[in-house]
């Protein structure tokens, strides 16, 4: 690695988070194609491995402790598989909810101040059967990613229930500063940078103020990307347009409720939750990432799970962490590939395919990059 003054820098620092459940396995399924690359391109990756979840309840008694989270800081990024076990016969379920494993991924993103979260949706060919859209409407496929805002907004805001002559009412408050939409934003065109320039804002300015600030700032920050084509578009319309033409989305922007219900559109017209990747960033170039899934108690330790989903987050942190775009373009490739080729995991699984387990599929992609 070159840095700006042409000096050779140290070894990349890559935090690991295995987690729990099927954490461990499609980790070291994406630990295996990080040394592909780490080898083709004669890079360093020092692994520092992380506890968090049920994992570090087991150690120390809560999911995330002051020295993780000091460690999680130390590095360039962070890897993680999923955390949490099965909430109905998990000891860690009868603990308080502050030392429950969801608490520690609360607690590290917050700790991180990670306040942007990028969910990628990609609909591969070969699994074009898996999506609930009409062939007509898939066309050759669609390639989109949802930038939400993570730490603000309805979600955070001051709330309260009280009852006023009789009658329960319930408040919840939607606030945004212009400091916390600019910062997003940028994060946002950067992205667009690096795909088809394309950058849809989401808001619901016909009637919200907050939506109405949105605009204005998201505005001002597309005044410094001018190659970057920005449109905005009222959330009602957005959800209405993913399921009648995704193709025409690249970045998707927008605020952290709106988000929330879009991400999880976006991703099922896509249809399979083991394929999806994803990112909490800040400003800079730090970054959490991890499949988009859980940690699949049931079907953990049996070889089951598809590593597809973390191996694709590994590429996300090589093309937005460590800027090594030709890197993560190998690896989308030899996933491609091989489901070009007909290697699936058992939730992918279709007639005619070939069925591998979990290491099997990460030794497939490995050794394609
Ligand atoms: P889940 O995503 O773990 O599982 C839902 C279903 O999808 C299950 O049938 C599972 O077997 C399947 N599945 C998920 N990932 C798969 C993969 N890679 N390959 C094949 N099949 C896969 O959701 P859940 O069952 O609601 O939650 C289980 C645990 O995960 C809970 O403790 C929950 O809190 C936790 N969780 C963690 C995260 C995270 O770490 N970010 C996210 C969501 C849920």
Redesign the pocket.
């Known amino acids: 690695m070159i840095d700006k003054k042409g000096m050779k820098q140290m070894k990349f620092k890559i935090g690991v988070i295995r ?5 461990p396995e ?1 980790v070291a399924e994406a630990l295996k194609v990080m040394n592909k690359v780490a080898e083709k391109y004669a890079e360093e990756f020092e692994y520092e491995e992380i506890l968090l ?1 049920g994992a570090s309840i087991d150690v120390h008694g809560k999911p995330l402790t002051e020295e993780a989270l000091a460690a999680a800081k130390s590095c360039d990024a962070v890897l ?8 109905n016969t ?1 000891p860690w379920y009868k603990l308080p909810a502050d030392l429950r ?2 608490a520690g ?1 609360l607690a590290i993103r917050k700790g991180l101040g990670l306040f942007a979260n990028m969910r990628p949706a990609y609909l591969y060919e070969e699994l074009k059967d898996a999506c609930p859209l009409r062939d007509d409407i898939i066309g050759d496929g669609f390639d989109l990613v949802v930038m939400r805002e993570l730490t603000g907004g309805l979600y955070f805001g001051a709330r309260k229930t009280e009852e006023k002559d009789g009658v329960l009412e319930a408040t919840d408050t939607l606030c945004y500063n212009e400091n916390e939409i600019r910062r997003i934003a940028i994060r946002a065109f950067d992205i667009a940078m690096k795909r088809r320039k394309k950058v849809t804002s989401v808001d619901k300015a016909n009637v919200l103020d907050s939506s109405r600030l949105w605009r204005k700032v998201v505005n001002e920050v597309a005044a410094d990307y001018p190659e970057v084509t920005l449109e905005h578009m009222l959330v009602d319309n957005c959800a209405m347009q993913l399921v009648r033409d995704p193709k025409q989305f690249d970045v998707i922007l927008t605020e952290n409720m709106f988000g929330d219900i879009l991400s999880d559109e976006a991703s099922m017209v896509t249809g399979s ?2 394929m999806l990747s994803s990112a909490s960033l800040k400003e800079g170039t730090f970054g959490l990432y ?10 953990a330790g049996k070889n ?4 597809i ?2 191996i694709l987050s590994a590429a996300m942190l090589l093309r937005y962490s460590l800027n090594m775009d030709a890197a993560a373009d190998d690896v989308e490739r030899a996933v491609k590939e091989v489901l070009q080729v007909g290697y699936r ?3 992918i699984m279709s007639e005619g395919m070939k069925e591998v387990g979990t290491s099997q599929m990460g030794d497939r992609i490995a050794e394609r990059i």
Do not use: Q
Not at 290 to 299: F, L, Q, Y
């Open positions: 987690g729990d459940g099927i954490g499609i979840g993680m598989g999923s955390i949490g076990g099965d909430t998990s494993p969801e991924l939750i083991g991890e499949p988009s899934h859980g940690s699949a108690p049931d079907i089951l799970a598809n590593p989903a973390t995991t058992g939730d």
